[in-house]
Structure formats: structure tokens, C-alpha cells
């Protein structure tokens, strides 16, 4: 075993190798960005080696820093966890030649899988089913021969990214461009395939691990259909929707494909699976790498894969065949997102004021958060992740919806609050998933309005704020009194007392004391968490702000008569079509934001001409910031 591991990530992931690290007695080094100098993983590493500017193109995909910090802190190998590099064939072999062991499968695998064209051609060749498609250059040929839909995939990456689903082809070629932008922009290569799409498919992986000796084994299966533009939110194992034969066929196919490409390690290949016939199962990719997912996988068969990928790096064999392995229980798991379901699940940001993770019986948490951290718009918007464990699939159901509950992340917003929902449907409870499950019922489980006893807990701890202290002056106009010109003062008290305005009857105390509001309305109480001016609670959080009628009344008509179009997310412009001056029609594209790799197009709200424009390409912007400023054509008199 390394005496010495350097851990080429940051966030969650660097946290939990880290925590497999510290189990095998194996020294520890994490790596930084300034942006990253007090984060979490930094702080639980044995040591830790600053490598650059906070751009991950200067610091955390720096091939020349990463292995500079390797030697400067004596590291023996290298574990890249997900993202960033550790499907980069190049960092692989570059490891290799500074003298690191790469934690991970050989270079010449990854190049191999991460060629979505040669590895669908790889494993069909080992007897492998793959999804009938085609490839660059005849991309829009081979699209129209299969007919729609069909997905549009870049072929040198995964997660989503660059993904299209076309479903009318008069839009082809508009899809393809977006698609080889995004491509080019997250994996530096625009080449594309194209895929019959499934309708109603189910997302189904499997977890293999390999040695250096040629034993292959597979770990069951992973369900992952719950998804937001083709991003995993909620994964699982088992899965309710595969028999034993069934899953020991895909086990099986997945071993022949990792024995295809000389693979070892751990790594994940992917499926997809038409619903309505789980004995139809077709190759999508494979990923050489730790999956995000993989402590579900973890939990039902008793394995720290992390450790085995120590191991099988460090020589030696797997310590268990294919009937060694059992799968118990039932694991779910949730991806906590800086995003703001409210928003349409725009990427979200600021510094984390109170953060509670649920822990105990049955429930596991792995995050790279602590109260303090700054959540910016340069990496991906995962911050943690929140498991399950149970007997059965409805207990382990049930503690993941309870923990998420307890779950308050409060001065950023994120998905916590909508995942407790979408676990709640029936269709999710019952099992009858599908890839496109989670848009169907997306507007289901957004609360349209903000409820009411949020307010009045914004209220509750405004009035405590404003109580005159007693060391020091306070201006009495700024004091709830209860003071009125020619009547009787009637202070209120606290807990403070709420009356119906119509009827004046009690409705309800409300009591602050500390991060916690107790709010009860008509005999019902509720409980929030409060750091700042964020309230939270059941995985939801509000930011309460003051508002101030004759500020909003002065800030709309400084732009009377024209549209502010404003940054949706904090995020970084990338592109600017359009100068101050120009004619533009309603819905043409003018910009495009960036942030945590999630593209949005800001488009003219109307036909006008372009009167401001604040913004060129590579502006840093804050959320709700004016990029430009459209004024509307005047109308002409008939």
C-alpha cells in the first residue's frame, strides 16, 4: 500500500477519499485553488499544496501544477476522483511517466471509453448490444435516416453535457451547433454521435471492479433514472425493475466490456433499458472512473470502493469472486445542488451561514461543506450528497425523505426541499420510473407561492431585531412600540402575538430565540432555522428581504419606457451577439450566461433596439445584474 496519495479534486469527492485514506493509514494531500484556501478538504487533509488562480484551467486541470504538487509533497500516487481529470487519458499517462500511479485504469482504457464512437464499437465486437446510431461526419444523414427523436451526445464525455434530445428535425442543425458549443466548451472536443432515442427508457448502470490479474467481477446494479437534463438527482440499488436473470445477464455483459478494453479498477457501465422490456438492454457508455453514485453500490454490498481502488492500484488482487458477492438491503441517494427550483433550477450562490447534514441510524451524508464556505459559479454546482440505507427499498425511501427534512444548507439555495418531494410521488414510491419522469412532474413539486407562515416567521424575527437594547441609543421612530398619535401605546410582547387582521382574534404566538422561529398559526405550529435574513425548513429556505416600495418605484423608472434584462444566476457572460444600436426581434438570442456548467441564453423580451449594453464576454455578473437594456420600437400612429 502508498505511503503517500494525492487526491487531484476538491469538494465532496476529495473529502471522501480523504476519509478512506485516514482508515488505511495512508498520508493524505489535497490541492487548492485560491478560491478553495479554507475549504473543507483542505482542512481534513494530512497537508495540503496550493496549485493556482481560482479558474480550474489554472489550478484543478493544470496537469504541470497537479504533478509539481505531487513531488513537492513526496505523493507515490494520484487519485483523481470524478470530474476534472479522471477521464483524461493524458493525465493518466502523464502520471505514469513523473513516476505516480495513476488510481485509476490504464490510460489506454480511458482513451478507449471516452471515445463514445470506439466504444460502442469496442464492446459490440465482445457481443455487447449498443443502441442502433451514427456518427461525425454524416451526423444529420444518419439523424434523419433513424427519424425522430433522436439524442445528440458529444463523444468525448459524459454527464450530461452537451446533451440534445430533437424530436423535430426542422431544428437539426440549430441542435447540433448548440450541442458541439457545449461539447467543445466542457470536454475541449466538438465531435458528436447520434442515438435512436427510447422513449421511456430507464437508466440502469453497473459497478464493476478489476484487478491487475485479470479478475473481473460486477457489483450489481445502479438505477438512475431520476433525472433533470440528463443530470442524476436520485440514484439507487438494487433496482425494482430487474430479475435476477436479468441482472446477472447485464452483470455479465458489463464484464465483457470492461475485459474489452483491458480495464482496471473500478468503473461503471451504463445501460439503457426500455421500460416495458427489461431483457432489451442496450450499451450507452462506460465511465473509468468512481461514479458520483457509488456509495449506494457501497451500502448493499458492504465494499469501500475507494479502498479497492487503492488496493487494485498497489498490485494487488481482488479478495472476492463473483459468488462471493451479495446484494443486501435496499440504498437511495440524493445530490445536493446549489440551485434554486424557484428559478427554473438556476445555478445558485453566496457563503454558507448555518449548515445542519443529517446523520444516524441508516443515513449517511458525504459533502464538502462547512458554515463559511463560498459557493461560486467557477465549479459544479454539487455540494453534497445525502444517502439512505434500509431492509427494504420503502425504509430506505422513508429515512432519505426524513433526512432530507433535517436537512438546512441556509445562505444558498438548493434542490434539497424539491428531492423530499419527488421522493414522496407515488410514481417514484411505487418504482415506475423513467428518464423523463422528473420533467413530467417538475411543476407538481415547485411550490408556486411562498407560504404564508414564512412571512409571518420574516416578520417574528424582524420585530426582534428592531426591540431597544439595553446598553447604548436606539431610535425611538425605529422602535415596535406600539406608539400612535392620540391613543394608547400597546407594545407587543415576545413571543408576539398575532391577530386575524379582520376579526382580531388570536390566531397564533410566535417565538425567536436564537437560529430558531417558532411559528403557530390557527393552532398549527411551525419550526425554522434562521441565519441572517434565510429562514429554513424541511429542506427548503427562504431568502427574506426587506423591501422598500419607493427604492423599486425608483429603480423602475429609471428605465421607463425600455427592459432591463437582467443575470438570472451569478455566473460569467460568454458570449455577446449584439452591440449598443442594433435593431433585434422578439426572442433573438443577445448573450449567453454561464455558471457551474450550465449555459443561458438571455433573449430580446421584444422587438426594439439595443440602448445599453453593460456586459462583454468574459464579465463576471451577480445575480439579477443588468446586462443591457432594450427600448421597444415606438408604436407607430395609424
Not at 433499458?273 to 442496450?282: A, E, I, K, R
Not at 433526512?403 to 411505487?430: C, D, I, M, S, W
Not at 436606539?474 to 401605546?489: A, E, H, I, M
Request: charged share 25%; aromatic share 4%.
Amino acid at each position: 500500500m502508498f505511503d503517500t496519495v494525492l487526491v487531484a479534486n476538491r469538494g465532496e469527492i476529495a473529502v471522501r477519499v480523504i476519509r478512506t485514506l485516514r482508515s488505511l493509514g495512508v498520508r493524505s494531500v489535497a490541492v487548492f485553488s485560491d478560491a478553495d484556501a479554507d475549504a473543507r478538504h483542505v482542512r481534513e487533509a494530512d497537508t495540503a499544496v496550493r496549485i493556482g488562480p481560482a479558474p480550474a484551467a489554472e489550478s484543478y486541470l493544470s496537469v504541470e501544477r497537479l504533478l509539481e504538487a505531487a513531488a513537492r509533497a513526496g505523493a507515490q500516487a494520484v487519485h483523481p476522483g470524478y470530474g476534472f481529470l479522471a477521464e483524461n487519458a493524458g493525465f493518466a499517462r502523464a502520471c505514469e511517466e513523473a513516476g505516480l500511479v495513476f488510481i485509476g485504469p490504464p490510460a489506454d482504457a480511458i482513451a478507449l471509453m471516452g471515445d463514445k464512437i470506439r466504444a460502442k464499437e469496442t464492446v459490440k465486437a465482445a457481443g455487447v448490444p449498443v443502441v442502433p446510431g451514427g456518427r461525425d461526419p454524416e451526423l444529420a444523414a444518419a439523424a434523419r435516416e433513424l427519424g425522430a427523436p433522436v439524442l445528440l451526445k458529444p463523444s468525448a464525455g459524459g454527464g450530461g453535457k452537451g446533451m440534445r434530445l430533437v424530436r423535430d428535425l426542422s431544428v437539426l442543425e440549430e441542435e447540433i451547433a448548440a450541442a458541439r458549443r457545449e461539447a467543445r466548451a466542457s470536454f475541449g472536443d466538438d465531435t458528436l454521435l447520434v442515438e435512436r432515442w427510447v422513449d421511456r427508457p430507464r437508466h440502469i448502470e453497473i459497478q464493476v471492479l478489476a484487478d491487475g490479474h485479470g479478475n473481473v467481477v460486477h457489483l450489481g446494479e445502479r438505477e438512475c433514472s431520476l433525472q433533470r437534463r440528463h443530470q442524476k438527482i436520485i440514484e439507487e440499488a438494487p433496482s425494482v425493475l430487474l430479475d435476477e436473470e436479468t441482472r446477472a445477464a447485464m452483470g455479465a455483459a458489463a464484464v465483457q466490456a470492461a475485459r474489452s478494453c483491458g480495464y482496471r479498477g473500478a468503473g461503471t457501465v451504463e445501460f439503457i433499458v426500455p421500460g416495458g422490456d427489461p431483457s432489451s438492454y442496450y450499451f450507452m457508455e462506460m465511465n473509468t472512473r468512481l461514479q458520483v453514485e457509488h456509495p449506494v453500490t457501497e451500502l448493499v454490498t458492504g465494499l469501500d470502493l475507494v479502498e479497492w481502488q487503492l488496493r487494485v492500484a498497489a498490485g494487488e488482487r481482488l479478495g472476492f469472486a463473483q459468488q462471493d458477492l451479495r446484494l443486501t438491503g435496499h440504498a437511495v441517494e440524493a445530490r445536493i445542488c446549489a440551485e434554486d427550483p424557484a428559478r427554473g433550477f438556476l445555478p445558485s450562490g453566496g457563503t454558507v451561514l448555518l449548515l445542519d447534514e443529517p446523520r444516524g441510524d441508516g443515513v449517511r451524508t458525504d459533502s464538502g461543506l462547512s458554515e463559511g464556505t463560498e459557493v461560486g459559479s467557477l465549479y459544479d454546482p454539487m455540494l453534497s450528497k445525502v444517502i439512505a440505507y434500509g431492509p427494504d427499498r420503502a425504509t430506505a425511501l422513508r429515512r432519505l425523505r426524513a433526512a432530507l427534512a433535517e436537512t438546512v444548507t441556509l445562505g444558498v439555495q438548493t434542490n434539497a426541499g424539491f428531492l423530499r418531494r419527488l421522493l414522496a410521488h407515488p410514481a417514484v414510491v411505487a418504482g415506475e420510473l423513467d428518464t423523463g419522469l422528473v420533467e413530467r412532474v417538475v411543476d407538481e413539486l415547485v411550490p408556486a407561492e411562498v407560504p404564508e407562515e414564512v412571512y409571518e416567521a420574516a416578520a417574528a424575527v424582524r420585530l426582534a431585531s428592531l426591540q431597544p437594547r439595553p446598553e447604548g441609543w436606539t431610535d425611538p421612530f425605529s422602535v415596535p412600540s406600539g406608539w400612535r398619535l392620540g391613543g394608547t401605546p400597546k407594545p407587543p410582547s415576545f413571543p408576539l402575538r398575532v391577530q386575524d387582521p379582520v376579526t382580531h382574534t388570536p390566531r397564533g404566538v410566535h417565538t425567536v430565540a436564537g437560529d430558531r422561529v417558532t411559528v403557530t398559526l390557527d393552532g398549527v405550529r411551525h419550526t425554522f432555522r434562521r441565519a441572517g435574513d434565510w429562514l429554513g425548513r424541511d429542506g427548503d429556505a427562504w431568502h427574506v428581504r426587506d423591501h422598500d416600495p419607493v427604492a423599486a418605484s425608483l429603480n423602475r423608472s429609471a428605465h421607463a419606457g425600455a427592459d432591463s434584462l437582467t443575470a438570472p444566476m451569478p455566473g460569467t457572460v460568454t458570449v455577446v451577439k449584439v452591440a449598443v444600436g442594433d435593431e433585434v426581434t422578439a426572442g433573438q438570442s443577445l448573450l449567453v450566461v454561464e455558471a457551474m456548467k450550465m449555459e443561458h441564453v438571455i433573449s430580446a423580451p421584444h422587438a426594439g433596439t439595443v440602448a445599453e449594453l453593460d456586459v462583454t464576454p468574459g464579465t463576471a455578473v451577480a445575480m439579477d445584474q443588468v446586462l443591457a437594456v432594450i427600448a421597444p420600437h415606438e408604436e407607430v400612429a395609424p
